[in-house]
C-alpha cells in the first residue's frame, strides 16, 4: 500500500513539474506584441475612464469584472509603449494559471491527494483549447479560474462547511458570474451540484446556509443581469455573427473540447475519439461505484460526476437559448468550464477509491475477489499507467504546437515592424478592405483609416475615434473612389493594406478610375496576412 502510495506522489510531482515547465515557458511568450480582433475590445476599453467602461460594458456581450481587472493592472505600465501594454496585458491573463497552480497544491492536493492534484495542473495547462488562453487578453483565463475555484470551495462546503468555505463560494461564484455570462451558467450548475448533495446527504442544517449564499449571488448579480439583457436586446445588430445551432455543433464541441493539434488530421480525430471514451468510462464508474453495494469513492466519486456538470450545462443552455431565443452559444463559451472537466479526470483517476481495481472487481464473486485480488491491482496500474501516459504524448504535442505557433507569430510581428513604422507616419491614411484588421490596426498605428466596401462595428468606432467608413451611406464603388481621390489631393500620404482575394479586385478598380497603385511589400500581425500598396492619383492615367 505505501509503495503504490509513494509511486502515486511521486507520479503526481512529475505532473506538477511538467505543468510548472509549460507555465513559465507561456511566460516567456507573453513577451510578443500580435494582437487580434477580439483582443482589440479588451485593449480599447481599458483606454476608458471606469464608468465609461462599465457602461459600455453592459450593452457588449461580456461583464465588466475582466476589464477593471486588466486596468487596474496596466495603470502600471507606460502608455506611450504598445509592445509593453501588450506584454503587460498577456500577463494579465497568465495570471489565472499561475493561481491554478496554487489551487492545486493547496486544496485539491488536500482533498484529493498528490497525483490528482499534479494532474489537474499538466492537463489544465496542456490539453486541447486551454493553453492559447494563458496569453490571450480575454476574459476566458479568469472565467475558468473563478469556475474551478467554485467547483472546489463546493467540495469544502459538503465536507468541512465552514463560514470560510461558504464565503469563497460565494466570492467565487459571483466573480465568475461578472466575468462571462456562460461562467455564470456554470457557476449555476456548481450551485445545482451542492443542492443535490445535500439533500442526498440529508444535511438539512447546511440548506439555511446554501440558500443563503444563492439570496447572496441573486441580490449581487440579478440588478445588473436585467440591466445588461435589456439594454442588450434593445440593440439590433445588423453584423450579429452568432451562427445557429444544429446537431453538428455537438461534434463541434467534441472536436473543441478534445481534439489535440496534430499535424495529422486523422491523428487529432483518433485522439479525440480515445479521449472522448475515457470520460466515458468515468461517467460509468462514477455510476457504478454510487451505486454499487460497497459505495467506495464516496464525496470523491460524486465530486468527480460534478465537476461534468458545468461544461454540460453551458452547451444544454446554450442550445436551448440558441433555439428558442437567438443564437448565442459559440464553442469557445466552454472555455470557463474546461478546467472543471479534467478535474473530473484527475479525481477520477488520482483516487484510489475511484479505481479501475474497485470497478472491476465489483463484478466479481467474494471467492473470486480474493484469489484475483492481486491481479486486480496489477490491472489497475496498468490501465492508469496507460492513460497518464497518453497524457503525457497528447498534452506535451499540443502544448509544442502551441508554442511553436505563439514564437512564429513573434517572428512575424518583427519582420511587420517596418510596416508600422510606415504607417505610423504623421500625414499617414490608410484604406482597408477587412474590418478586423482595420480594428487591431488602429491600435497599434491610430492614423485616420477607412474601410472599403465593409461598415467599421460602432464599438470600434467609439473605442478608435480614428476609424472610418470610407463612404456615407450605402456604399458603392462610385462613392468610394470619390472619397479615396480626396484624401489623396489633400497630399496625404494613402496606403491599402489589402486582405484576401479580393484585393486584386480592388486595385483594377482603383487603376481603371486613374489612381496609381504600387504594391510595397507583405506582412502578417497574428493572423492577418495583408499585402501594402502606396496609393497617388495618376494624372496621366485615363478610364478605360
Request: hydrophobic fraction near 50%.
Amino acid at each position: 500500500m505505501k509503495e503504490k502510495q509513494s509511486k502515486k506522489k511521486l507520479a503526481g510531482i512529475l505532473f506538477f513539474l511538467l505543468g510548472a515547465g509549460m507555465l513559465v515557458s507561456s511566460a516567456f511568450l507573453c513577451v510578443g506584441s500580435d494582437i487580434w480582433y477580439d483582443e482589440v475590445f479588451s485593449l480599447g476599453l481599458v483606454r476608458k475612464p471606469v464608468w465609461e467602461l462599465i457602461s459600455i460594458t453592459a450593452r457588449d456581450v461580456h461583464p465588466p469584472l475582466y476589464y477593471l481587472i486588466l486596468k487596474l493592472f496596466l495603470t502600471a505600465v507606460p502608455e506611450s509603449t504598445v509592445a509593453m501594454q501588450v506584454t503587460a496585458a498577456k500577463l494579465v491573463s497568465w495570471l489565472p494559471f499561475l493561481c491554478m497552480l496554487l489551487l492545486a497544491v493547496f486544496p485539491i492536493k488536500k482533498y484529493f491527494g498528490t497525483l490528482s492534484a499534479g494532474l489537474f495542473f499538466f492537463l489544465t495547462m496542456s490539453m486541447p483549447g486551454l493553453s492559447e488562453y494563458t496569453v490571450e487578453i480575454r476574459m476566458y483565463s479568469y472565467a475558468a479560474l473563478f469556475v474551478v475555484m467554485t467547483m472546489t470551495e463546493a467540495f469544502g462546503v459538503l465536507t468541512e462547511g465552514r463560514r470560510r468555505n461558504w464565503i469563497l463560494l460565494t466570492g467565487a461564484a459571483l466573480c465568475a458570474c461578472y466575468t462571462h455570462y456562460f461562467a455564470c451558467v456554470a457557476a449555476c450548475m456548481v450551485y445545482l451540484y451542492v443542492l443535490v448533495m445535500l439533500l442526498l446527504k440529508k444535511q438539512k442544517n447546511e440548506l439555511r446556509s446554501f440558500f443563503f449564499s444563492a439570496a447572496v449571488c441573486v441580490v449581487c448579480y440579478l440588478p445588473w443581469l436585467l440591466a445588461a439583457v435589456t439594454r442588450q436586446v434593445s440593440q439590433v445588430k445588423e453584423s450579429y455573427w452568432i451562427q445557429p445551432v444544429s446537431l453538428r455543433t455537438l461534434g463541434g464541441c467534441v472536436k473543441f473540447l478534445l481534439a489535440p493539434d496534430f499535424s495529422s488530421g486523422k491523428v487529432s480525430a483518433v485522439m479525440a475519439v480515445v479521449l472522448f471514451l475515457l470520460f466515458a468510462g468515468e461517467v460509468l464508474g462514477d455510476i457504478f461505484l454510487l451505486f454499487s453495494k460497497r459505495r467506495n469513492g464516496g464525496m470523491a466519486v460524486s465530486f468527480s460526476l460534478g465537476c461534468l456538470m458545468p461544461v454540460v450545462g453551458i452547451i444544454i443552455f446554450g442550445f436551448l437559448a440558441s433555439v428558442l431565443i437567438k443564437p448565442v452559444f459559440v464553442y469557445r463559451y466552454m472555455v470557463p468550464a474546461m478546467p472543471c472537466m479534467w478535474l473530473s479526470l484527475a479525481v477520477f483517476l488520482g483516487n484510489r477509491s475511484c479505481g479501475v481495481e474497485d470497478f472491476l472487481t465489483g463484478w466479481e464473486s467474494k471467492e473470486n475477489r480474493t484469489g484475483q485480488k492481486e491481479k486486480r491491482k496489477k490491472a489497475e496500474s496498468a490501465v492508469i499507467a496507460a492513460v497518464l501516459l497518453l497524457f503525457v504524448i497528447i498534452g506535451g504535442c499540443d502544448f509544442r504546437a502551441f508554442y511553436g505557433n505563439e514564437m512564429w507569430k513573434q517572428k512575424q510581428m518583427k519582420e511587420a515592424q517596418e510596416v508600422l513604422t510606415k504607417l505610423s507616419e504623421e500625414d499617414a491614411v490608410t484604406i482597408f478592405n477587412f474590418g478586423q484588421l482595420q480594428a487591431v490596426m488602429a491600435y497599434y498605428e491610430g492614423s485616420d483609416s477607412y474601410l472599403w466596401y465593409e461598415r467599421a462595428e460602432e464599438l470600434v468606432k467609439e473605442l478608435f475615434p480614428e476609424v472610418h467608413d470610407l463612404a456615407e451611406g450605402e456604399f458603392t464603388d462610385e462613392a468610394g473612389i470619390s472619397q479615396l481621390k480626396e484624401l489623396l489631393k489633400e497630399g496625404r500620404r494613402v496606403y491599402f493594406l489589402g486582405s484576401g482575394k479580393a484585393r486584386e479586385e480592388i486595385v483594377a478598380k482603383w487603376q481603371e478610375a486613374g489612381i496609381s497603385v504600387r504594391e510595397d511589400s507583405s506582412a502578417m500581425i497574428e493572423r492577418y496576412w495583408f499585402n501594402l500598396y502606396a496609393l497617388t492619383i495618376d494624372e496621366e492615367a485615363k478610364p478605360r
